[in-house]
């Protein structure tokens, strides 16, 4: 017996509603179906999964910062256009947090509507993986330039 992949991830929010709008107009996820404005089932662009996210409302109740818990989703996008693409909407409703090479992967950082940490990263091919897995300053345009138009989403 082995799992082969995540499914799907259920969040805790504030404001169901809210967070479903995020969702899909930031991210580009459609709403499945959803439970009044209670809860939202949202499903990534190319998925074949009924929904890859829900957001479920349970009002204001603020967690402290760094406990136990999730600390971020991420969510692969196929080419480094995409990524630059996504890195700007996130710039255009501030929610752009961070960005980072890691070598195996180029990664943009952001917040939803409550603060809930997530990642948007592009794999590079599993060929160019460096010998030592770090964290570096991101360089886009030079990653473009090496890597023009290659989709990894199968990786």
Not at 44 to 50: K, R
Not at 57 to 68: K, M, N, S, Y
């Amino acid at each position: 017996m082995a799992i082969t992949r995540l499914n799907h991830a259920v969040l805790y929010v504030s404001d169901a509603a809210r967070s479903a709008a995020f969702y899909t107009e930031v991210l580009g996820f459609t709403v499945r179906f959803n439970v009044g404005d209670q809860a939202f089932f949202l499903q990534a662009d190319g998925s074949s999964n009924d929904h890859d996210l829900a957001v479920m409302q349970v009002g204001d109740r603020p967690a402290a910062p760094h406990t136990v818990g999730l600390y971020h989703l991420a969510w692969q996008v196929g080419t480094l256009e995409e990524l630059v693409a996504m890195r700007a909407r996130l710039l255009e409703v501030g929610a752009l947090m961070g960005e980072s090479d890691h070598g195996v992967s180029k990664s943009l950082y952001a917040n939803d509507p409550d603060g809930l940490e997530f990642e948007i990263m592009w794999a590079v091919p599993r060929a160019d993986w460096p010998a030592e897995v770090g964290t570096w300053r991101l360089d886009l345009a030079g990653a473009l330039a090496r890597w023009p138009g290659m989709d990894t989403s199968e990786q």
